[in-house]
């Protein structure tokens, strides 16, 4: 069977009700992708606000991950440049402590189809736990053990806490995460535009 052309395939994810009627806001799948990008961010699902605006990351998480990674808007959402694709494409609705996991029915049905269409890719950036256990295979150890350990992922990937403001206590129990970690990110954003 032929691959599809990525732009079916987009098309093809922008028409999927696959879990419709798990979500109380609607269907409205949020991503970004070309097969140009050199950097990849594997986020968890968009939020509210994103879900609205339809653009990824068009948050105060957003604001604070192109901080952390040194980059404009404008590179932000060249998808040239940053492919984007959450584990989720919809807005799962909020839960008692924030907002729902990802739908667990999006990363088996899309993700493996997408990513063999990001030949380019140098760098992915690997947000949060349900991103960790498909690009880093980290099924059993706690977020912040992977951020600590991100030397172990080589050049490639880097595993990263969810820049989101309600993550501003752990970012204070662990400056070393600014110390070591935020330059690193910089350094191998820069690497990957160059």
Known sequence: MAKLALSKLLANVRACRICEDALEAGVRPVLQVSGKARILIAGQAPGRRVHESGVPFDDPSGDRLRDWMG???????????????????????????????????????????????LPALELTLVIGQYAARWHLDAKATKLTDLVRDWKRFGPDHLPLPHPSPRNNIWLKKNPWFAEEVLPQLRRRVKRALR
Not at 92 to 105: A, K, M, N, Y
Request: glycine share 8%.
């Open 71 to 117: 980059v404009s808007r404008e590179v932000f959402y060249d998808a040239a440049q940053v492919a984007i694709l959450p584990m989720g494409f919809c807005y799962p609705g909020t839960g008692q402590s924030g907002d729902l996991p990802p739908r667990p029915e999006c990363a088996p049905e899309w993700r493996a189809q997408l990513l063999e269409r």
